[in-house]
């Protein structure tokens, strides 16, 4: 099972619409939770940090967090077409010296 | 704030020789650093954690003797990929750590790596 699973995609939302982001993981001791935004042939680049069960705002991006059901998620409002990369889902697992391990990320494209 | 560089952004190279990738934090002290491999169309591996005055710590499969690291400050971490070979060819970024945030990391803009 791998540690961190997201959807692969790629999905598709059109200009305006909320682009829903998933992501999983196996670690129950799992203490940070992040979202990279990568575009192509770039590295990736931090758009959202969660620590805490619940919801976090930032502008048009919200993060949400459950650990009792080991799940997080992005919601982009109000897509844009720039918003069209891979977002990668990171978690910092317990005992892991806070390396970060990486989703295989999901590729979001945003149609005007 | 939190920037990191990396130089040089590409490097093409003959197989066998050896090729030396900077990583700097221009804003903030890093006392870790991570660098990690990432292959077309495949999520980031990370290859190693370096530590500032310390010997850095390497993943499963990753030959410390080939991936030489070295992080002399608190700013400036390098790998050495020595005698590059093809299959070394990848896209290489590191990430530093800021002191009083221990669990966001920010990524340098990466290195693209060709060995012919």
């Known amino acids: 099972q791998k540690e961190v699973e997201q959807n692969s995609g790629p999905l598709s939302v059109p200009e305006g619409a909320i682009a829903s982001l998933n992501c999983t993981y196996s670690?129950?001791?799992?203490?940070?939770f992040f979202w990279y935004r990568q575009y192509s042939g770039k590295s990736p680049e931090l758009i959202m940090s969660i620590y805490s069960n619940g919801d976090k705002e930032d502008g048009r991006f919200t993060a949400q967090l459950n650990k009792a059901s080991q799940y997080v998620s992005l919601l982009i409002r109000d897509s844009q077409p720039s918003d069209s990369a891979t977002y990668l889902c990171a978690v910092s697992l317990s005992g892991s010296a806070r390396q970060l391990t990486f989703g295989s990320g999901t590729q979001l494209t945003v149609l005007p | 704030g939190a920037v990191v560089s990396q130089h040089p952004s590409r490097v093409i190279c003959k197989s066998g020789t050896s090729v030396k990738i900077e990583c700097r934090s221009l804003?903030?002290?890093?006392?870790?650093m991570f660098w990690y491999r990432q292959f077309p169309k495949q999520s980031l591996m990370l290859m190693a954690t370096s530590n500032e005055g310390s010997k850095a710590t390497y993943e499963q499969g990753v030959e410390k003797d080939k991936f030489l690291i070295n992080h002399a400050s608190l700013t400036l971490s390098t790998l050495t990929v020595t005698s590059a070979h093809p299959e070394d060819s990848s896209f290489y970024i590191c990430s530093a750590r800021i002191l009083d945030s221990p669990y966001e990391q920010y990524f340098g803009p990466g290195t693209r790596l060709t060995v012919t």
């Open positions: 804003d903030f002290q890093a006392t870790t």
């Open positions: 670690d129950r001791g799992s203490q940070s």
